[in-house]
């Protein structure tokens, strides 16, 4: 049935009823009463038909002149008249740092890739900004011409900046001939390489002109590569940061390069931590992944010294400690080695990060004599009942985090320091107590859970 001209032409109301004496009654309506109210019935719902046929058509036009209304609203935008300069800096700011973890460079998702398929004026001005093509993914798993296109179009749009390149692959992916001679075509131009695939890097490194790589990450070798690596970074001028499997340490007694000041490991065991710190005199910036040996004996681990030298360039330090039950043999010397670096003169932050509990107990006493040689960071994870035993060894501390604590502990420690509660689920939480003697502590921030208790002066 066809709608009306009008909604206004359908009456406002029903009207009057034909039967008012039938219609608040329980009253037995008359043979004639049954025919009125039949009629009735079906002009209502006549009536109801048409007007559901006139709210759909009227709903049809209003959807038609909203979608008209917001594709005028969005010219004036105030996006559309940010200059390209201005979306230039808001784009590059967006640039990652490193390529995402398993996202190679030519999906749909990968940075910029997105910024190409909002509108034409976004794509030009993303395909014309070099920096936005400076970081680039590459997984050995993919086609290879779709890995050859993504090197060549990212290298091209990037101009003469320097180039990020990441290579990924599995145990069982290789690097195939063509795309390692186009990546050795590029290498000139290459300020990062991380080379995480699990085969021998000497190829690409034995070809690549190494004149502006400053930052090498091969966390990934296999065990015949570790001298080679060494000698590659001494013969690179430029080279500033290194990041190499535990196990390579022991190639650091071939490493002469003075250019690397930052540097990375991962599941160092204790005699590794020493060799790390011993053969590495000039570094600046250290993260160690601090992992329990399997190999060595219990028996041999009281003879592994101190490095001999003190290390008096290392200004930041971070050991990260891996939970393990075979710390429970380890902690102290553990807590030996950590021990020994606070007495580098020139470390200004060191960030711990242990959760095991075996650890717990040994802490005191090394905070107790750190405290008093260095102000550091501690950034540490507790799991234990005697946190706020440690607190007063911390009396030189300026900042303080802890994470992982466990509910009494934090009860208790609330008990010690002024702290505001910042809770998520009751922001008018707070706490103050009596307070505790850390005289330089500038802020503490102490996290359980949902619930974050701060501090500062």
Same mark, same amino acid.
């Given at each position: 049935?066809?709608?009306?001209?009008?909604?206004?032409?359908?009456?406002?109301?029903?009207?009057?009823?034909?039967?008012?004496?039938?219609?608040?009654?329980?009253?037995?309506?008359?043979?004639?009463?049954?025919?009125?109210?039949?009629?009735?019935?079906?002009?209502?719902?006549?009536?109801?038909?048409?007007?559901?046929?006139?709210?759909?058509?009227?709903?049809?036009?209003?959807?038609?002149?909203?979608?008209?209304?917001?594709?005028?609203?969005?010219?004036?935008?105030?996006?559309?008249?940010?200059? $390209?300069?201005?979306? =230039?800096?808001? &784009?590059?700011?967006?640039? #990652?740092?490193?390529?995402? +973890?398993?996202? %190679?460079?030519? @999906?749909?998702?990968?940075?910029?890739?997105?910024?190409?398929?909002?509108?034409?004026?976004?794509?030009?001005?993303?395909?014309?900004?070099?920096?936005?093509?400076?970081?680039?993914?590459?997984?050995?798993?993919?086609?290879?011409?779709?890995?050859?296109?993504?090197?060549?179009?990212?290298?091209?749009?990037?101009?003469?900046?320097?180039?990020?390149?990441?290579?990924?692959?599995?145990?069982?992916?290789?690097?195939?001939?063509?795309?390692?001679?186009?990546?050795?075509?590029?290498?000139?131009?290459?300020?990062?390489?991380?080379?995480?695939?699990?085969?021998?890097?000497?190829?690409?490194?034995?070809?690549?002109?190494?004149?502006?790589?400053?930052?090498?990450?091969?966390?990934?070798?296999?065990?015949? $590569?570790?001298?080679? =690596?060494?000698? &590659?970074?001494?013969?690179? #001028?430029?080279?500033?940061? +290194?990041?190499? %499997?535990?196990? @390579?340490?022991?190639?650091?007694?071939?490493?002469?390069?003075?250019?690397?000041?930052?540097?990375?490991?991962?599941?160092?065991?204790?005699?590794?931590?020493?060799?790390?710190?011993?053969?590495?005199?000039?570094?600046?910036?250290?993260?160690?992944?601090?992992?329990?040996?399997?190999?060595?004996?219990?028996?041999?681990?009281?003879?592994?010294?101190?490095?001999?030298?003190?290390?008096?360039?290392?200004?930041?330090?971070?050991?990260?400690?891996?939970?393990?039950?075979?710390?429970?043999?380890?902690?102290?010397?553990?807590?030996?080695?950590?021990?020994?670096?606070?007495?580098?003169?020139?470390?200004?932050?060191?960030?711990?990060?242990?959760?095991?509990?075996?650890?717990?107990?040994?802490?005191?006493?090394?905070?107790?004599?750190?405290?008093?040689?260095?102000?550091?960071?501690?950034?540490?994870?507790?799991?234990?009942?005697?946190?706020?035993?440690?607190?007063?060894?911390?009396?030189?501390?300026?900042?303080?985090?802890?994470?992982?604590?466990?509910?009494?502990?934090?009860?208790?420690?609330?008990?010690?320091?002024?702290?505001?509660?910042?809770?998520?689920?009751?922001?008018?939480?707070?706490?103050?107590?009596?307070?505790?003697?850390?005289?330089?502590?500038?802020?503490?921030?102490?996290?359980?859970?949902?619930?974050?208790?701060?501090?500062?002066?």
């Amino acid at each position: 049935m066809d709608p009306p001209a009008s909604i206004l032409d359908e009456p406002a109301n029903p009207g009057e009823s034909p039967v008012p004496h039938l219609v608040r009654s329980n009253a037995v309506p008359r043979p004639a009463d049954v025919h009125t109210i039949h009629e009735t019935l079906a002009d209502a719902h006549a009536t109801i038909n048409r007007l559901d046929a006139a709210i759909a058509l009227l709903t049809r036009r209003r959807a038609a002149f909203a979608e008209y209304a917001r594709g005028h609203t969005a010219i004036l935008s105030p996006l559309r008249r940010l200059p $390209a300069e201005l979306l =230039v800096e808001i &784009f590059c700011y967006c640039v #990652p740092d490193r390529p995402s +973890a398993c996202i %190679p460079a030519f @999906a749909s998702t990968s940075f910029p890739m997105p910024l190409l398929h909002t509108c034409s004026f976004w794509r030009a001005v993303a395909i014309s900004t070099p920096r936005l093509w400076t970081v680039i993914c590459l997984d050995l798993a993919a086609a290879l011409p779709r890995s050859l296109w993504a090197l060549d179009t990212w290298a091209r749009r990037a101009g003469s900046f320097d180039l990020t390149v990441d290579l990924r692959g599995s145990e069982t992916t290789v690097l195939p001939p063509e795309l390692l001679d186009a990546l050795v075509q590029t290498s000139g131009r290459w300020e990062a390489l991380r080379f995480h695939v699990w085969q021998p890097v000497s190829p690409i490194l034995d070809r690549m002109d190494t004149g502006h790589l400053r930052t090498l990450d091969v966390r990934r070798l296999d065990g015949e $590569a570790g001298y080679e =690596v060494m000698a &590659f970074i001494n013969g690179c #001028p430029t080279l500033r940061a +290194a990041a190499l %499997p535990g196990w @390579a340490v022991f190639g650091a007694t071939r490493m002469t390069s003075t250019t690397v000041t930052h540097f990375m490991a991962d599941d160092l065991c204790a005699h590794d931590f020493q060799i790390a710190l011993e053969l590495l005199p000039w570094l600046t910036h250290c993260v160690l992944g601090y992992a329990p040996s399997a190999d060595t004996p219990p028996e041999e681990w009281s003879g592994i010294g101190h490095p001999r030298v003190p290390h008096t360039n290392l200004q930041v330090l971070k050991i990260l400690v891996e939970d393990d039950e075979r710390w429970k043999d380890q902690r102290d010397m553990f807590i030996d080695n950590v021990f020994h670096v606070c007495r580098f003169p020139g470390l200004r932050d060191l960030t711990l990060s242990c959760a095991h509990p075996p650890l717990h107990s040994a802490l005191a006493s090394f905070l107790q004599t750190a405290a008093s040689i260095l102000r550091f960071r501690a950034k540490c994870t507790f799991k234990s009942d005697h946190i706020v035993e440690y607190l007063p060894c911390m009396r030189s501390l300026q900042h303080l985090e802890l994470s992982g604590v466990t509910d009494d502990d934090t009860s208790r420690l609330v008990q010690h320091l002024s702290l505001e509660g910042d809770d998520r689920h009751d922001p008018d939480s707070s706490r103050r107590a009596r307070g505790l003697d850390l005289p330089d502590l500038e802020y503490a921030v102490i996290g359980k859970g949902d619930y974050e208790y701060f501090w500062h002066a």
